[in-house]
């Protein structure tokens, strides 16, 4: 298996509600990553997960919040969120998070925020 | 700082005719550069990747990129534009934060194949 899954594909909620973002991957990475990508905007690095532990948190606003509760498992909890917060959510994953190799990306939740 | 600066925001080309994507890079030690293409409301996919090894480095379908020392360029090739690849393509250097590492995507460039 060399694919990252991310589901839902697609996500519309009010800025009332509370849904999560999963993404899984078997591929043996330690190191997996959600990243925010606007429209026509290169994606934008939320958080690093290494060896399970959250290393980089880029000053995101608390109303997201990241979970990895195993190796292969990462989520993306959201609550109350902004219209603004519409956008593609990415997952990735490397294999070693210490030497900087090519990360697989999965293809995405569009998140609509109404 | 790492950075990378994709010098064309578009490009267009005929399907037949060679694709040039150009990327310029900024790094105070040797870095790790790569290619990724996204097409519309995809994940991105690796192209290729250079890590200090051969500086002309071979991808999937059909594209290359020659890291250039000397001119800090790192610029994408493929000899004969496919419609397949109409997309958009980042330009990204890695580097080392936190006991880990973090992409630096360039802006990125949108390929567009004419019939």
């Known amino acids: 298996d060399t694919e990252v899954t991310q589901t839902p594909k697609h996500l519309v909620m009010g800025m009332t509600n509370k849904k999560s973002l999963k993404c899984e991957q078997h591929m043996g990475h330690r190191a997996m990553y959600w990243y925010k990508q606007k429209a026509k905007k290169p994606p934008e690095l939320m958080f690093v997960?290494?060896?399970?532990?959250?290393?980089i948190n880029e000053s995101v606003p608390s109303r997201f919040s990241p979970e990895c509760p195993n190796s292969s498992l990462l989520n993306l909890h959201l609550h109350a969120l902004q219209p603004e917060d519409s956008a593609l959510y990415l997952c990735?994953?490397?294999?070693?998070?210490?030497?900087?190799?090519?990360?697989?990306f999965g293809s995405g939740t569009r998140l609509t925020v109404v | 700082a790492q950075s990378v600066t994709q010098l064309d925001s578009h490009v267009s080309v005929s399907e037949g005719t060679p694709v040039l994507l150009r990327c310029n890079y900024s790094?105070?030690?040797?870095?790790?550069l790569f290619w990724y293409v996204q097409h519309p409301n995809k994940g991105l996919q690796l192209l290729l990747k250079?890590?200090?090894?051969?500086?002309l480095v071979k991808g999937i379908n059909g594209f290359e990129a020659e890291f250039k020392k000397s001119e800090t360029s790192f610029h994408l090739t493929k000899p004969s534009a496919h419609m397949s690849d109409a997309a958009e393509y980042f330009c990204v250097v890695i580097t080392p934060t936190s006991g880990t590492y973090k992409y630096i995507f360039g802006t990125g460039t949108r390929l567009k194949v004419l019939a």
């Open positions: 250079y890590t200090s090894a051969a500086t």
């Open positions: 790094s105070s030690y040797s870095p790790s």
């Open positions: 997960y290494s060896y399970e532990k959250l290393s």
């Open positions: 990735a994953s490397s294999q070693d998070p210490g030497q900087g190799g090519g990360y697989t």
